[in-house]
């Protein structure tokens, strides 16, 4: 879990890189350049990480992204010297949080009870979330007392070595837990066809339409905001708050719920902040109770489909690590693919139509999750 917070926060400092290439006296389109880069490798090492766990084993191959991710922040850091190596930093980043947040949830599914893995899903997630939202002020308070981005970087790069040592020892400590076997970790054409093809698909499904509606929410807050005469910094800082508070503070209950009615429940909640946003003009309560909504059904549900989906794997006699690979990468599509069709809604429509598309997403979310009901009971999983 702290590996997973620490990490976390080091590729949310990408966050900061305009404000930093601006410092080295680049234009914030070199940012945004460096960003995409590690967008590519994002997706092409989340394909790749369960052949390297394969080989090595989970562990190690986090500590690995762990290393990689210190070098991405030297990287950075050295930028200061050669503004050219702020490209490789951007690459590297993509290496190390995609092969990290694959494969983070493997081994908590491999020593769980499939009963109680939403719970701590939950709570991973819920720490991945604080290092994302406490990385830009926290890298602006370290450049501010050391004076210097570069340093900041350099302190990022040290605290992702000593959460390499952390899953190091980790690793030792778990070597006489009790785990399921996972002799097939490799996403293969043929596993991942197998999958899609059983009840698993469903949550699969479901997590793509879920990452599409955070992502136009997110990537195009500002454009909303400003049609209603609203600050988008509100409807950001409410969502982090909210919805860190409840993946730590209701994470031990949400496996005391049939999962079908929880998925359920989370969507109706989805539906109903985006139906507040669509109504709302310039009313900022509103705005702050249609955050605070979303949090809550957004900000569950993808540990909710992740347990959902490898338990039905399970349940099934499919891979239970492919499952939860196939579900992570369905995640990055939806989250990287949505973001060009929301852009030319809003052109041609403005912001509402993207917002009633999203909420006829949540209602398909909502179909999907009835037709789970009389299979997907956590009780029985």
């Known amino acids: 879990m702290l590996a997973s917070s620490v990490i976390a926060a ?9 404000e ?17 880069s590690g967008m590519v490798t994002t997706i092409v090492c989340c394909c790749l990480a369960g052949r390297l766990a394969q080989r090595i084993g989970i562990m190690p191959t986090i500590a690995a992204a762990s290393i990689v991710m210190a070098l991405a922040m030297a990287a950075f850091a050295a930028a200061v010297v050669d503004k050219r190596l702020a490209y490789a930093g951007g690459m590297l980043v993509g290496v190390g949080w995609s092969v990290l947040f694959i494969l983070s949830p493997l081994q908590i599914i491999s020593h769980l009870h499939p009963t109680v893995r939403i719970q701590h899903l939950t709570i991973l997630s819920g720490a991945q979330m604080a290092g994302l939202g406490l990385a830009t002020p926290l890298g602006h308070l370290l450049a501010a007392y050391t004076g210097s981005m570069a340093i900041m970087y350099v302190l990022f790069a040290i605290a992702c070595v000593i959460a390499a040592i952390c899953v190091g020892v980790a690793r030792r400590a778990m070597l006489s837990m009790p785990s399921l076997s996972m002799p097939h970790i490799e996403v293969t054409l043929a596993t991942t066809v197998a999958l899609l093809r059983h009840a698993t698909a469903a949550p699969i499904v479901m997590i793509v339409v879920a990452a599409c509606i955070f992502s136009g929410l997110s990537t195009y807050q500002s454009a909303y905001a400003a049609s209603r005469q609203l600050n988008p910094d509100i409807f950001f800082l409410v969502f982090t708050l909210t919805s860190v508070a409840l993946r730590f503070s209701v994470a031990h209950l949400l496996d005391r719920v049939p999962v079908h009615r929880l ?9 109903a902040s985006l139906a507040l946003l669509i109504v709302n003009t310039e009313d900022s309560l ?8 979303f949090a809550t059904g957004y900000g569950l549900s993808y540990s909710t489909l992740n347990g959902m989906a490898v338990n039905l794997a399970g349940e099934r006699g499919l891979s239970v690590p492919v499952t939860s690979q196939i579900f992570t990468l369905a995640y990055f599509l939806g989250l990287f693919g949505f973001p060009f069709l929301g852009g030319q809604l809003i052109r041609e429509f403005g912001p509402d139509a ?16 009835t037709t789970l009901r009389p299979k997907a009971r956590i009780g029985s999983l």
């Open 286 to 293: 509103i705005y702050i109770l249609a955050a605070t909504i």
């Open 10 to 18: 080091a590729y949310g400092t990408s966050f900061i890189l305009p």
């Open 354 to 369: 993207m917002l009633l598309t999203l909420l006829g997403g949540t209602a398909f979310n909502g179909v999907l999750a």
């Open 263 to 271: 998925a359920l429940t989370l969507f109706i909640a989805t539906g």
């Open 20 to 36: 930093y290439m601006e410092i080295l006296g680049m234009e914030h389109d070199v940012a945004g350049s460096i960003i995409s």
